[in-house]
T-cell receptor, first 111, second 115 residues
Framework: SQQGEEDPQALSIQEGENATMNCSYK?????LQWYRQNSGRGLVHLIL?????REKHSGRLRVTLDTSKKSSSLLITASRAADTASYFC???????????FGKGTMLLVSP | KAGVTQTPRYLIKTRGQQVTLSCSPI?????VSWYQQTPGQGLQFLFE???????NKGNFPGRFSGRQFSNSRSEMNVSTLELGDSALYLC??????????????FGPGTRLTVL
């Protein structure tokens, strides 16, 4: 079963707008990661935030983590058509375990 | 460095057959994980190998098996294929000892269709 649940399931915006996706999870985590997947292809790692971090930036991406609420958000600023993809959060429960992925948010950025 | 490669990219099989998928990790990566992705269930973890040992296994029937070779290349096998095995099978590698939960570098996937 999925540990992380993304919200919304789908998001449609215009180029230049910001896109915000949320991820909620159930158990304590060591780190949380965000990945992007273009249609039917492999996933690409975007950013990893550790449980002791609250915010992290990478280019146009901003990720926040609230461990008290067991939630994370991914903000993409000034979206481009090339950002059209599915975005997944993945949680790491710690130890020699494995990542658990959510079902993803499908983002459509229209020119 | 070359990325993770998976072969074949597309595969069509019939029910009851078996299939073997191959994954070559990024050079130097010792952890290899396999995932199954379907529209209904999303991304589900199959297994993770590190230094030729299966370290973690997901909740899949015994028809799904895998192995890792000394050069870190990995294969997964599905026997007695069922229609529900149609999916995108993704392989990911990681350089770290705690590879299963560190940054995963994914291959392009193998699209398996079972008729």
């Amino acid at each position: 079963s999925q540990q992380g649940e993304e919200d919304p399931q789908a998001l449609s915006i215009q180029e230049g707008e910001n896109a915000t996706m949320n991820c909620s999870y159930k158990t304590s985590i060591n780190n949380l990661q965000w990945y992007r997947q273009n249609s039917g292809r492999g996933l690409v790692h975007l950013i990893l935030i550790r449980s002791n971090e609250r915010e992290k930036h990478s280019g146009r991406l901003r990720v926040t983590l609230d461990t008290s609420k067991k939630s994370s958000s991914l903000l993409i600023t000034a979206s481009r058509a090339a950002d059209t993809a599915s975005y997944f959060c993945a949680t790491d429960p710690g130890g020699y375990s494995t990542l658990t992925f959510g079902k993803g948010t499908m983002l459509l950025v229209s020119p | 460095k070359a990325g993770v490669t998976q072969t074949p990219r597309y595969l069509i099989k019939t029910r009851g057959q078996q299939v073997t998928l191959s994954c070559s990790p990024i050079s130097g990566h010792r952890s290899v994980s396999w995932y199954q992705q379907t529209p209904g269930q999303g991304l589900q973890f199959l297994f993770e190998y590190f230094s030729e040992t299966q370290r973690n296994k997901g909740n899949f029937p015994g028809r799904f098996s895998g192995r890792q070779f000394s050069n870190s290349r990995s294969e997964m096998n599905v026997s007695t294929l069922e229609l529900g095995d149609s999916a995108l099978y993704l392989c990911a590698s990681s350089p770290e000892e705690t590879g299963g939960t560190d940054t995963q570098y994914f291959g392009p996937g193998t699209r398996l269709t079972v008729l």
